[in-house]
Structure formats: structure tokens, C-alpha cells
């Protein structure tokens, strides 16, 4: 067949269709344009890269709306797992000394999720927190936290990755103590009360009464990750603490007294209870719900 008859051909199978010019184009063509497609080729190329970009970037919106729905709809669990865990932080550390490593372990074990990689180099992961109560001597504490109260002030959610969340959380501990300086548990690993920096002594020396130690958590930040268990925490960290000692027999400070927010007492005796029969502990609520954001 000929350039000529061949030409005539493509023209009829073309024109009026939309296709005559994409493929040919009598005016603006080269021969090589002519019988290899040259620009009318780049040009269909650049045509379906827009549309499929097009299509991609609708997805991406499209699945970035979904996400965001079911993280909202998620953030009602969020906020149970984190007041569940400040509620067994609390009970976890109270109890004698030879109980206190094992209850610590268990807490970790069921709160936290492994995880390796952190942008924060001061959180404390599951493997590092488990390290260090393996390592805490608390046997030497010289006294036990006999029972505690919590009370959570604040609290904010928000979307972290693909199936993370950050959680921010103001809140206060209130512990009685029996004498000594206890070793307790934070978000950030393990401390030791300095009851002695309040006796007023010239020396160093922990309290030999019993007394209350309240502590203030103004920032404790946590990572969480979803998990076939649920929410588990990956990363905690509280930046530091306030503290305050009081030895009066009839001290009235609690952190109850201070906000209407949520507390709750957990006392050494409702503990060796849950453990002889049902588990029953006391809980006081005030009438405030803490905000979340």
C-alpha cells in the first residue's frame, strides 16, 4: 500500500472521531511525525500521566478523609486505655517491697506495646522500663506506699501516623506513705521519694513517720499504637515533676481536695483484697469530668 492510499485510510478511520488529531495532523506534522506518531505520541504519554496523577491524588484525599473519620471514632477507646493506665500505674505502686518488682513487670507487660524507633530520645520504651525495674532495689526503700489517689486534670488526643495517636495529660498522684523513701514508678521509669529534703535535718535522713507525697505531672506525653490487643502505649515521658511532702498527722492535702476532676483511691488493703475474693476496690469520683480535646 502507498504514503498516499495509506494516508487516505487513516484520514477515514479518523476524522470526525476525535482520533485525526491525536494521530495526524496535516498541518503541524513532520514526515517522521506522519508515519510514527512523533508529538501526537509524547502528547497521549503527558495525557494519561495527568489523569492517573489526578486519579492518585483524589485516593489520597479520599483516604486521608476516611482515616481522620475513623481515628474520631476511635478517640472514645484512646481515652479509656490512657485513664485505665494511670489508674494501674497508681495501684501498681502500692504494696510492700517484695511484691513491688513483680507488680511493676506486670503493669509494663500489659500496657505497653514493643517499639525500637523514637523521635524522642528522652521516652522510655517497654524494654527500657522493664530494664530498670529489673534493676530497682527496691528492697532497700526502707518503707512501703500504703495507699494512693490520682486525679487526671487534663487530657488531649490527636492523630499520629497511620495508626498512631498522641496523648497529652496533666495530672496529679497522691501517695501515703508508711516511713522511708519509697521506690515508685512514673511515665519515665523508676524514682525514689526524697522525703529527707523536708525534716529539716542537717543531714540526710528519710522520714521515720508515715506522710503523704504528692506529685504533679504538668506534661506527660505518650505515644500509642493500634494493635491486634487494642491501644498499647509505645513511648512515655513526663519531663519532670513537681513534689510536695506533708508529715502532719491531720493533713487534709490531697489532690481530691484540689480539682473536681477524676479521682480515684487505691489503699494496700483493697489490693490484698482483690487478691483473697473478687477484687473490689474503692473508687471516689467527683461530679467534673476531665476535658478532652
Known sequence: MSYENLKRFLKRLTVGKGYDKLIYDTNNTSEKDKTQGGETVRLRNINRGLVLGGVLALGVVCYSVYDNNQFKTSKPEIEQTMRDYIADLTSANVGSSDKLKSQLTDFVNKHYTDYTTSDNEYASSKSGLLEEINQAEVAKQGGDITSAEYDIKEMSINKSGADGAKVIMIYNVCYDVSKGDPTFLTTNGINTMTSGNYTN???????????????????????????????KIATSSDYGYGEDYSFDDNNSDSVADESKAESEVISDSSLADSADSSGSEENSHSEEADSVE
Do not use: C, Q
Not at 213 to 218: D, G, K, V
Open 201 to 231: 535535718a542537717d543531714n540526710y535522713k528519710p522520714s521515720t513517720s508515715s506522710y503523704k507525697a504528692i506529685f504533679s505531672y504538668e506534661y506527660a506525653e505518650f505515644y500509642l499504637l493500634r494493635t491486634s490487643d487494642g491501644w
